[in-house]
């Protein structure tokens, strides 16, 4: 768990950092110089692309969780790996490239009236997906290496500083709204680079075709995990995108906008969570191949106490500064502020459940969690299509929160019924019970006139009083093993200093 627990801090100081700058970018500079409907043309963007390339890598990466160490040799380039991975990655564009152009003009005839924005910039849905794709296959590759630092920075970080420097120059008036959806694609394009060079300087890249390494029985599992993890991964990215596209078809592209910034509040929560599993993905699969349970269900609960506790606290700072989001947003985001409460108490019940979707992912029961999947599609559609027409944006939220609730139901009660794995104790409730007596004296405070000054004291009274409970009543060892040597640090250096 060392190199999980460091990785995961390192991690998420680059995800923080990049949540820092695409905050900035997204919610303060963004509304103030873009119309609603041109960011939510970037965010449809984001939305469409994010299928498309994780439909085009043909549910590859699940191979590289459960198979490649059957795979590892660097003395031997890994026997092919790298080629195979290559080869699937064109073979998978190719395919979403001859979709595209099946889709296009649906998307066209549903967009004439409502999005004609989205129309005109169609055709840079091609380059970023290619992109995208290669950046998939190549970080799930290196994270198999232990390096799931690399992704993580530039992906999280390093393209939206490139976002940034776009975005102020379209500010400036330097550059024109079509130029910057030219700088956009550039930096939603480069991670895939420093990634590949990462892993041809490590010598993990050589592709070299080695198909004789590869048996019957060892295609015949290839075969079987690819489908499976396609089925299974395409369908966790189309729920977790559908509902801004949803929006976009139901509503318009305006209000698309405005949804999506709203809904980024929520997606903080999920940022250790996403940096956690990156790395845990390996230990779990050679904990699979040596059958050890102990090890796993270690994994498990550390992962369920330390990502609800991280979760529950960035909620409730959510929660006690709402009013303090929108004096930042143009009034006519207002209409977002339930999307901003319902997708934060969402992805708290999706990372509530830690490591249980890659535990079961790279188990030998990983087809039932495709199964289910297929059904979570199912309700999200459904409960898209059944709540937007009322409830507009709200209910886009409500249909996320019940898949989610959905989805993390099925996960928990398989492993404890079919595996005996079950992570929770009363210690989790505690979590819950600390966060709302932290979130109690912002409800008393009053506003202050300064916003920096309001948002500074209720983030401090919060946080302080979530971590004193949570270390006084010793919730989680790791969080105690971080926060107390900082504590007895800055105690040491105040008594030097006297």
Known sequence: MGIIQK??????IYSYLGVGIGYLNVVILMPQFYSAEEIGLTQIVLSIT???SLVGTLGFNGVSNRLFPYFRDAAKGHNGFPFLMTLVGLL????VVAAFFILKPYLINSNIEKSPLLIEYLFLLIPITFFRLVFILLDGYNKIMLDAITGTFWMDFGYKALNFI???????HIITFQQYMFGFTLALSFPAFPV????????????????????KPLFKQIITISLYNFLGASSGVIVTNIDRIMVNEYLSLSLTGIFSICALFGTIIKIPFISLNKISVSFLAEAWKKNDRKEISNIYYKSTINQMAFATLILIGIVGNLNNIFRILPEEYLAGKPVVVLYSFAYLLLTSTGAAGFILGTSDKYKIQTYFMFLTI??????NMLFIPPFGMKGAAIATVLTFLLSALFRVLFLKINMKLFPYNR?????LVIGAISIIPSFLLKPFNNLIVDIFIRSTIIAGLFIGFTIILNISDEINGIIKPLINRIFRVRNENK
Not at 378 to 383: E, G, S, V
């Open 7 to 12: 990785q995961t801090i390192r991690g998420s």
């Open 50 to 52: 994010a299928i498309f």
């Open 92 to 95: 998978g564009f190719f395919i």
């Open 166 to 172: 776009f975005i102020v120059l379209y500010s400036l």
């Open 196 to 215: 590949l060079f990462k892993l041809i300087k490590r010598g993990h890249f050589q592709i070299k075709p080695q198909l004789r390494f590869i048996d």
């Open 378 to 383: 199912f309700f999200t559609i459904a409960f």
């Open 427 to 431: 210690k989790h409730l505690l979590i």
